[in-house]
């Protein structure tokens, strides 16, 4: 059986300002901390390597934590957060023009055929969320961590509970409700004999306190 721990990164500058975050928004001194408590709960996990978002904010959680534990980190763009619209990167959240762009990029997250400018929507992600499962199922370390984020790890369960027949619909029950506190832990397991997935932990951030 092949474990996955997914770690959503450290708290970032984008989740607390007010703006829509782009892929550098780096970690607050709170989401520092937070990566350092995650970093020493992987000391003693049965790690072998980590494979990190390019975001900033995740590769940021997993350089804390390579110097922890002393793991080799790799970086995939397959693990990244949702794309955004280039149009509303370092927009802040209430600003009455972009508001109504922002409306219609959430709706084709969930809404089969729509996409947003350079955003993108739900069919991307959903093979993307295929590809970055495929891609761990293939790797040959039986213990991998993974350095990524809250929406794409709702796409990721919403994936591997329903297969590629996902619907928009589907996933808009899981985007609703399943959520990750920052550096929240989760854990898949894959069946290598059997070539399923299931889930074996969710969000588990109790090393926060």
């Not at 809250?150 to 509970?161: D, E, K, S």
């Not at 899981?174 to 932990?201: A, C, I, P």
Request: contains cysteine.
């Amino acid at each position: 059986m092949k474990r996955i721990y997914f770690v959503r990164h450290g708290e970032s500058e984008g989740n607390v300002n007010g703006h829509f975050q782009g892929a550098e928004s780096p970690l607050t001194p709170r989401g520092v901390m937070q990566a350092k408590i995650v970093a020493e709960r992987c000391k003693h996990l049965p790690l072998q390597v980590l494979v990190a978002s390019t975001m900033a904010r995740a590769q940021d959680t997993g350089d804390i934590i390579v110097r922890t534990t002393g793991l080799p980190k790799e970086s995939s763009q397959l693990f990244t957060e949702r794309i955004r619209p280039t149009g509303l990167v370092g927009k802040r959240h209430d600003d009455p023009e972009v508001q109504g762009r922002d409306a219609a990029w959430l709706r084709s997250l969930t809404e089969s055929g729509r996409q947003v400018e350079d955003g993108e929507n739900f069919e991307m992600i959903k093979e993307r969320a295929g590809e970055a499962l495929a891609y761990l199922a293939a790797r040959p370390e039986e213990h991998i961590g993974v350095i990524t984020h809250g929406f794409f790890m709702r796409m990721l369960l919403a994936y591997v509970t329903f297969g590629p027949a996902l619907s928009g619909n589907e996933f808009k029950q899981f985007s609703r409700t399943y959520h990750m506190e920052n550096t929240g832990l989760s854990v898949f397991v894959y069946d290598e004999k059997q070539g399923t997935w299931w889930v074996w932990v969710w969000n588990d951030h109790a090393h926060l306190g």
